[in-house]
């Protein structure tokens, strides 16, 4: 009985191995930094175009939408998780409320999310579902009137007809959790003016068909801009190019920033493999210019809670009773000269990520000495390496211990709130206030657990 012929017939033992490794050299050849690089600044040209045609100003979807946007020309950044798009897990994010988004849709009547994905599909699901949800839950949130606009959208090409009519089994469910955070709705409807509808767009588009939005239109259009091609509809014929060449750029890009690439990006291509991590580490040395620089934020409706990035702790301490410092390390003589100065001063030892969440959590409790602070009419700046996950997780921790119903500080009695909807509350001062806090789970569930002992 003869048997079909195997890769293992063809093949010894040794040779199969040697092409296994050939194959994976060639990969990791073509995800090379450089190939990313030029992967990111070609992408970046399309969505400069999009741009250009549609008139409309860009929003990235954080991290990687930032790598394809000249700092100069992002007007704002958003926080659409894919994971909110997945298949059976649906969702609309109470941490990650997006708010920002409206005013610039607001300003310009739209806007252009930009993000990417580098699994093969023409479109992530942050923006292909997860986006969309949101734009119907806050039409049906701010536009009662509006019943036109009260549909979901998703693209036909990428969403089928089941998963479509799922989805919209959960939007009631949807408003009514957005409703109960009690959000200043006057408020949003003033910053975004009219209800807002999707368009999608991707490499594979033909720009010459869309038109920029007139004041006349009754929507806002929020444009929903894949940066990266899928090679295996013909689109890209470059056998170095990159799909979603930004994806988990820690892992790739020897600590490169994406406002830094924009700045230094002719030099950077121009620049061989063998030496690019040498000039990234030259241009990361380069100062910080005094508009990277950004003011701490007040979080509203207290007038003495603020969240700041790490890099203010000495430009805005001499005005604060205390500071509360969230990162792995801190120079000493920060520390000591801010207690100088008779602040307290708190040291939150947590990294990022997973592992920061959990250091964050067995740090928390230090937060004990802010009753340290005697000022009848307190300020507190809370900063961080992350200011937008772990600096948002101790700021919520302590508008809930220290920190009543109508946002007055006070700091000689903690009182914290176990109630979980009145710290989701809380945590909505926070998002409202700042919309680029992106709390992940793992920092809300240490916080939690902080609050209720």
Same mark, same amino acid.
């Given at each position: 009985m003869s048997h079909p012929l195997s890769e293992r017939d063809l093949l010894f033992p040794h040779a199969s191995t040697s092409l296994r490794d050939t194959l994976h050299t060639l990969k990791r050849s073509n995800l090379s930094i450089r190939n990313r690089l030029r992967s990111i600044a070609s992408d970046g040209a399309f969505v400069s175009r999009v741009a250009e045609s549609l008139r409309l100003p860009l929003v990235a979807n954080e991290?990687?939408?930032?790598?394809?946007?000249?700092?100069?020309?992002?007007?704002?950044?958003?926080? =659409?998780?894919?994971?909110?798009?997945h298949f059976g897990e649906w969702g609309f994010s109470l941490r990650r409320l997006n708010l920002g988004v409206l005013g610039v849709?607001?300003?310009?009547?739209?806007?252009?999310?930009?993000?990417?994905?580098?699994?093969?599909?023409s479109m992530p699901d942050a923006l292909s579902k997860t986006v969309g949800i949101w734009i119907v839950v806050m039409n049906r949130l701010l536009f009662d009137d509006r019943p036109d606009s009260h549909e979901l959208l998703t693209p036909a090409e990428v969403v089928s007809d089941s998963e479509h009519a799922q989805i919209e089994e959960r939007l009631d469910r949807f408003v009514r959790e957005a409703r109960a955070l009690q959000l200043d709705l006057d408020d949003l409807r003033a910053r975004v003016k009219k209800p807002m509808r999707p368009v999608w767009v991707t490499p594979a588009t033909s720009l010459d068909e869309l038109e920029p939005p007139s004041e006349e239109d009754s929507f806002n259009t929020v444009?929903?801009?894949?940066?990266?091609?899928?090679?295996?509809?013909?689109?890209?014929? $470059?056998?170095?190019y990159v799909q979603g060449a930004a994806d988990d750029h820690e892992a790739w890009s020897?600590?490169?920033?994406?406002?830094? =690439?924009?700045r230094n990006k002719e030099v950077l291509l121009a620049t061989n493999e063998h030496d690019l991590p040498a000039k990234i580490a030259e241009v990361m040395q380069t100062p910080a210019r005094d508009g990277d620089v950004r003011p701490p934020v007040l979080i509203k409706p207290?007038?003495?809670v603020f969240i700041g990035d790490?890099?203010?702790v000495e430009q805005a301490s001499s005005t604060v009773a205390a500071v509360v410092y969230c990162g792995a390390k801190l120079d000493a003589n920060v520390g000591e000269s801010i207690e100088k100065r008779g602040?307290? =001063?708190?040291?939150?030892?947590?990294t990022s990520g997973k592992n920061g969440s959990r250091q964050l959590r067995a740090s928390l409790p230090a937060l004990d000495d802010l009753q340290k602070v005697k000022d009848q009419e307190p300020k507190i700046l809370i900063v961080g390496e992350d200011s937008e996950d772990m600096a948002v997780g101790a700021a919520l921790a302590?508008?809930?211990?220290?920190?009543?119903?109508?946002?007055?500080? $006070?700091?000689?009695?903690?009182?914290?709130?176990?109630?979980?909807?009145?710290?989701?509350?809380?945590?909505?001062w926070i998002i409202v206030s700042k919309p680029d806090a992106a709390p992940s789970r793992a920092t809300l569930q240490s916080v939690n657990s902080y609050l209720m002992g």
């Open positions: 991290r990687c939408g930032s790598w394809y946007m000249d700092a100069e020309g992002k007007a704002g950044s958003a926080y =659409f998780k894919s994971t909110d798009g849709v607001g300003g310009r009547g739209g806007c252009i999310i930009v993000d990417s994905t580098r699994r093969g599909k444009v929903l801009c894949t940066a990266s091609s899928k090679p295996s509809v013909g689109v890209r014929d $470059d056998p170095d020897c600590g490169l920033t994406a406002p830094e =690439f924009w207290t007038a003495s790490a890099a203010t602040a307290v =001063f708190i040291h939150l030892s947590c302590v508008i809930c211990s220290y920190v009543d119903e109508t946002g007055k500080l $006070d700091c000689t009695n903690r009182r914290p709130v176990t109630n979980k909807v009145e710290i989701k509350k809380r945590l909505s």
